[in-house]
């Protein structure tokens, strides 16, 4: 492999929140830097939330000794601030690297499977890498039965309340790609910042391994009831996001087919008008030559198709002149093109697939019919084809 290609690609953060983790920290600094993915620039980025623990400190120490190439170690202090999440998202900020891992400081999460996330982001192409407790060859050592209930019921809750498929969508060690990160807006309330990815991400490759999980020995866990009820607020928040996400998805497909409704409807006043007009100009009032008044009758109908299909389909109601002789000159050339399309099709049925000519006339007028509707949205009223 051409090495080159190798740094490029492997530029990696790797983002660690603390909160008074003055036992844990210098040991899993450590391990991280016995276990580098290879061919890489890593970085590792702390954000300690002002530990009085004197975490920072024991930091800023640790950095000085540092001697290993493509490895670094930057620390963002945060004052009057606190939050796992938040804590995260700011690491990201500052985050160099196109691939970016996530992990506690308490040595639950061994530094020797980051090296293996980093392997499937690359030998699996996905965007995602879970390392889960919840697969086959996972293991939890240490957690009381409390605490593996709440595990299990946060996760049934995301599973069913959100319709999440990872096993381990509460994992607190995952790697990505920074760049699926792109446009998205975060609640970051608690403690589930996956949990909001996997919820906000859009059509991602997501992969699980399994690791061993160990419960800190130093230390004690943040979680407490408050975090608990920040759980219960998000995913509240994240169902009503799917919810107004589905909602607008639902409502934008009702309006286009309510306007295709309109514009057809539209139409076959549109054949009334012509037949009405041609009868019209043809008898010994207007006493025109028949041909003469079927091309007014044509004239008449496109026109008045025109004027409702702006006024009531399209809903526009600007009528400067410049702009309606524009969008008038487009719909007749779309409408010309339809009947266009309406003849080839025909054509194309009957001598290529000789169907019956009355159904090839049914799909030719259908098929004519919808082509007009679209060109005529998105061109001559510059409209989203599916708004
Ligand atoms: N900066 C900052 N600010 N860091 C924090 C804060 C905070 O307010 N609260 C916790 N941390 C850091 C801890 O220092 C630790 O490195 C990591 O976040 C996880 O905190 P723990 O208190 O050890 O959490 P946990 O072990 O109960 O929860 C872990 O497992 C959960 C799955 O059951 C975390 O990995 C969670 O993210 C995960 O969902
Ligand atoms: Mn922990």
């Excluded at 054949?271 to 041609?278: D, G, M, P």
């Excluded at 001598?351 to 001559?380: C, D, Q, R």
Aim: one cysteine or more; hydrophobic letters at 45%; charged letters at 20%.
């Amino acid at each position: 492999m051409n090495s080159r290609r190798n740094v490029s690609e492997n530029q990696i953060s790797i983002i660690i929140p603390t909160y008074n983790e003055a036992e844990n920290i210098c040991p899993i600094l450590e391990s991280i830097s016995e276990n580098l993915p290879k061919n890489s620039q890593t970085e590792v980025i702390i954000i300690d939330d002002d530990s009085p623990d004197g975490t920072s400190s024991l930091i800023e120490n640790y950095k000085k000794l540092i001697q290993i190439p493509h490895y670094s170690v930057s620390l963002i202090k945060r004052k009057g601030e606190r939050g796992l999440s938040t804590a995260i998202l700011s690491g990201i900020e500052k985050a160099t690297g196109n691939l970016i891992v996530i992990m506690d400081s308490d040595l639950s999460h061994p530094p020797h499977v980051i090296p293996q996330m980093i392997e499937t982001l690359h030998n699996t192409k996905c965007d995602i890498v879970i390392a889960s407790r919840y697969i086959k060859g996972a293991v939890i050592k240490g957690w009381p039965i409390k605490r593996r209930m709440i595990s299990k019921g946060a996760r049934k809750i995301a599973q069913t309340g959100l319709g999440i498929k990872t096993n381990d969508p509460m994992s607190g060690f995952f790697a990505f790609r920074r760049h699926i990160l792109n446009g998205i807006k975060f609640d970051a309330i608690g403690y589930k910042i996956l949990l909001e990815i996997l919820v906000k991400v859009k059509g991602v490759k997501i992969e699980e391994i399994p690791y061993t999980f160990i419960d800190r020995k130093y230390g004690s866990s943040k979680l407490d009831a408050s975090i608990i009820f920040d759980y219960c607020r998000a995913v509240w928040k994240l169902y009503r996001y799917g919810k107004s996400k589905r909602a607008i998805e639902k409502q934008t497909s009702v309006r286009f087919l309510s306007k295709a409704a309109r514009f057809f409807t539209v139409g076959a006043s549109g054949v009334l008008v012509n037949i009405i007009i041609s009868m019209f100009f043809e008898t010994e009032i207007v006493n025109f030559w028949y041909l003469h008044a079927n091309v007014v009758g044509i004239l008449v109908s496109m026109t008045s198709n025109f004027f409702l299909n702006k006024i009531w389909t399209f809903e526009d109601k600007i009528f400067t002149f410049q702009r309606t002789s524009f969008q008038y000159g487009k719909f007749i050339f779309f409408s010309s093109l339809g009947a266009l399309v309406q003849l080839s099709v025909v054509f194309y049925l009957v001598e290529e697939h000789t169907l019956w000519y009355p159904l090839a006339l049914i799909l030719g007028v259908m098929i004519a019919a919808m082509s007009n509707f679209i060109l005529n949205k998105k061109w001559t009223f510059n409209e989203k084809i599916w708004d």
